[in-house]
């Protein structure tokens, strides 16, 4: 199994603030990631895949970068309503699925 | 639009069976990868299943030999049927689209969850 971690755990900034999100995968999953945004009381949201590529209707200030075991997740300025959990999962060793446990981001 | 509509959660008794159901609309379930995930309360997301377009299906560890995804291709709905449900099975059960022709497996389309609470 695949196992996917995420740093930090929580993280408070402000608004306008860059923010950068971690991930990292116990093996290598070459581009075969994807964030999601989930706020409270709601479904997860995909923002990227392939590591990179956003999802349709993502705000450009969302961007994604990394391969193989290291990612990450910038916002590039921080929003009120960007405040939830992202999480990270790999999908390269179909069917075997793996989740991040994400990082609560807050907004001062 | 594509939509995903759960139903069926509910409080069960350890021990008990309960069937969740994903009805879709705007997308086929048969010719799409479907697949089940799971948020026990205060915590992560965890993959439960998935069947693939062909018909196979694949299982968490902590739910195989207990838990059945199928669909039904006339009525447009995919399924987790549930048997010997535990305390821990407790959580906010979601199905999802997994993309596959843009992203190779990203979950695309999510439903807005079905609750199940498992407890004497």
């Known amino acids: 199994e695949t196992v996917m971690t995420q740093s930090p755990a929580t993280l408070s900034a402000s608004p306008g603030e860059r923010v950068t999100l971690s991930c990292r995968a116990s093996?290598?999953?070459?581009?075969?990631l994807a964030w999601y945004q989930q706020k409270p009381g709601q479904a997860p949201r995909l923002l990227i895949y392939?590591?990179?590529t956003r999802a349709t209707g993502v705000p450009a200030r969302f961007s994604g970068s990394g391969s193989g075991t290291e990612f990450t997740l910038t916002i590039s300025s921080l929003q009120s309503e960007d405040s939830a959990v992202y999480y990270c999962?790999?999908?390269?060793?179909?069917?075997?699925?793996?989740f991040g446990p994400g990082t609560k981001v807050d907004i001062k | 639009e594509e939509q995903l509509v759960e139903s069926g959660g509910g409080l069960i008794q350890p021990g008990g069976s309960l069937r969740l159901s994903c009805a879709a609309s705007?997308?086929?379930?048969?010719?799409?990868?479907m697949t089940w995930v799971r948020q026990a309360p205060g915590k992560g997301l965890e993959w439960v299943s998935v069947?693939?377009?062909?018909?196979?299906?694949y299982y968490a560890d902590s739910v195989k030999g207990r838990f059945t995804i199928s669909r039904d291709n006339s009525e447009n709905t995919l399924y987790l049927q549930m048997n010997s449900l535990r305390a821990e099975d407790t959580a906010v059960y979601y199905c999802?689209?997994?993309?596959?022709?843009?992203?190779?497996?990203?979950?695309?389309?999510w439903g807005q969850g079905t609750r199940v609470t498992v407890s004497s």
């Open positions: 999802a689209r997994v993309d596959y022709s843009r992203s190779s497996g990203a979950f695309d389309i």
């Open positions: 705007g997308l086929t379930v048969s010719n799409n990868y």
């Open positions: 069947v693939y377009v062909g018909g196979n299906t």
């Open positions: 093996q290598g999953v070459n581009t075969n």
């Open positions: 392939y590591a990179s």
């Open positions: 999962q790999q999908y390269n060793y179909w069917p075997l699925f793996t």
